[in-house]
């Protein structure tokens, strides 16, 4: 037999070589970075598994320069990255299907294809500038995309890596200051840091195994020891503030495929379900209450807004708040706006021959007293596919059932702030409808616009018994960090309670069953910087990724140009 001789790893040795000698396989290192990066949506959120966060990306760093040392073609690239973050959003948003199984295959299917536009810029640019450029501009590609997925037509950042240590809201109390991207650059800092700790400097000056160990992890160490530390300082010296107000949140439990729509098998007449949110809310009110809160869709029948009053339920609704001065309400409510003429009609309007042009809302309402004005606020953040459909996909979804109204439905530009009822001058509540409150900065301007109270009415329930709901409730909690509000949250069912500034669950209602809460609220009406100034870490990537790719398509094509001169 021919005598072979291993090859030693020496100090020289680059990077190139060190991925090309035999490991695991790319397919391998695919499934191991998709695995990894599930760690901040577990099932049940757990702050055990976010650790793993900062090594998510190693899997795909090395399965990527691999595949680069191996000569790969690009479509094969293609293919590995795409099944990473296939497997990430199927292992973590797989519960969407229970609405819709179309709907849930959607999202993940596309929802990976959109993933994989930072990572291919990646790789064209350190193909032009080298891997030291390509590895600086990572990060930068993929915080100016999860910038850009929160404001498109086809938003989706329910896999912003930032949202991933909701789980552990304690180590990201700096969140007040960079809000949740923060938490992106922080997830991609580390795990380039480990990458080069680990693997070597990209071949440009590759560290050596001879190195003293503490020395090649100091800065990964030390990438992540930092935003603890100055995390835990801040926790630790952070007080709630402002005064204090009684909240209630209600928990009716209708199940929304069932109960809670006319049409359900068991359907319960509307007037039964206002029934119930009366009784319930009855159940909790001590003279101290100030504000009650019931769900989304709470008063589901469609209510024209320009006759609300003379609504039976809207009165009835008067009458009860009568019997409790001093208690306001906020409500989730279905409405209808209509337009004189098809000029005065917005983009979402819909046209019957009986009703002229006319906009479906999900929307709030606010009854400061028994008399005061209902305040309507339209949500403004609409699910894609389900409340706002592109103009080119209204035809492909018009006939899938996605889990609600099918097709765009009316939104507002502003973020309204219900005024404070008289006996509570410092309550100022926002209403944040549901899916809402997966955006930061949209969130950060009802705290510009005065809002001290952070009210969440929202249904849960169409994601069954899933990661779903346990999901949202955690991304409430790094709302009161960005902000410094408390949170009263009131769902159709799924989770009832209440988050404190610091992004605590101070208090939490079981699932499933019929219930209400009571809880006393500070009323803060500080401004963070975050809620200030908004995302500045997502547009100064987007500037940052839009220089890059100039560069690099300017630098690439001049080298071509020399090499053919």
């Not at 294809?113 to 590895?135: D, E, I, N, S």
């Not at 992890?217 to 926790?235: D, N, Q, R, Y």
């Not at 549901?434 to 809002?451: K, L, P, Q, T």
């Not at 009131?490 to 992004?503: L, R, V």
Request: aromatic share 12%; proline share 7%.
């Amino acid at each position: 037999m021919p005598h072979t001789t291993a090859v030693p790893m020496t100090p020289t040795m680059s990077l190139n070589q060190k991925t090309s000698r035999p490991g695991l396989r790319p397919a391998a290192l695919a499934v191991l970075g998709g695995l990894l990066l599930c760690a901040g949506w577990m099932p049940w959120p757990t702050a055990l598994t976010v650790p793993l966060l900062f090594v998510a990306w190693v899997p795909y760093l090395l399965m990527e320069r691999r595949l680069t040392a191996q000569g790969a073609r690009k479509g094969r690239v293609f293919a590995h990255t795409y099944l990473l973050l296939l497997l990430w959003n199927a292992l973590t948003t797989w519960w969407v299907s229970y609405a819709s199984l179309p709907a849930g295959i959607a999202a993940v299917v596309l929802n990976a294809l959109l993933m994989c536009l930072p990572l291919m810029a990646f790789r064209q640019t350190h193909k032009r500038l080298g891997y030291r450029w390509g590895y600086a501009l990572l990060p930068v590609y993929w915080i100016a995309f999860e910038q850009l997925h929160l404001h498109w037509d086809i938003t989706w950042p329910w896999l912003t890596l930032g949202n991933g240590f909701a789980a552990a809201p304690g180590w990201v109390q700096w969140y007040e200051y960079t809000g949740f991207l923060g938490g992106s650059v922080w997830v991609w800092a580390v795990n380039l840091l480990v990458f080069r700790a680990w693997y070597g400097r990209g071949g440009v000056a590759p560290w050596t195994f001879e190195s003293p160990a503490r020395w090649r992890w100091a800065a990964p160490v030390l990438a992540v020891a930092v935003p603890l530390f100055v995390s835990s300082i801040i926790g630790r010296n952070y007080q709630e503030k402002g005064p204090t107000a009684e909240v209630v949140v209600v928990q009716p439990n209708f199940d929304p495929y069932v109960e809670k729509f006319e049409g359900g098998p068991k359907f319960i007449p509307y007037d039964e379900q206002l029934t119930r949110f009366l009784a319930l809310s009855e159940q909790k009110l001590t003279p101290e209450t100030r504000l009650v809160i019931w769900p989304e869709t709470a008063l589901e029948e469609p209510y024209w807004e320009n006759t609300l009053e003379s609504n039976p339920k809207i009165r009835r609704i008067r009458e009860w708040l009568g019997r409790h001065p001093g208690v306001a309400l906020l409500t989730g409510i279905t409405t209808l706006g209509s337009y004189p003429n098809k000029e005065a009609a917005s983009e979402t309007a819909r046209y019957r021959d009986d009703l002229g042009y006319y906009d479906f809302f999900n929307s709030g309402a606010y009854f400061a007293d028994a008399s005061a004005r209902v305040v309507i606020y339209h949500k403004s953040r609409l699910v894609p596919g389900v409340e706002k459909v592109p103009p080119l996909l209204v035809s492909l979804v018009s006939h899938i059932d996605l889990g609600g109204t099918v097709g765009s439905v009316g939104s507002q530009t502003e973020r309204t702030v219900y005024p404070a009822p008289a006996n509570a001058p410092a309550l100022r509540v926002a209403p944040i409808i549901c899916y809402e409150s997966i955006y930061g900065d949209f969130v950060g301007e009802y705290a510009r616009n005065g809002a001290t109270l952070l009210g969440l009415p929202t249904n849960d329930a169409w994601w069954h018994d899933s990661p779903g709901y346990r999901q949202l409730l955690s991304y409430g909690q790094l709302r009161c960090i960005e902000t410094r509000r408390d949170l009263a949250r009131s769902a159709n069912t799924g989770f009832t309670g209440f988050i404190n500034q610091k992004g605590e669950i101070t208090q939490r209602e079981p699932a499933w069953i019929p219930t209400a809460s009571r809880a006393t609220v500070h009323l803060n009406d500080e401004v963070t910087f975050y809620a200030r100034h908004g995302e500045l870490i997502g547009r100064g990537a987007q500037l940052l990724a839009v220089l890059g790719l100039l560069v690099a398509a300017v630098l690439g094509f001049t080298r071509k140009r020399a090499v053919v001169g």
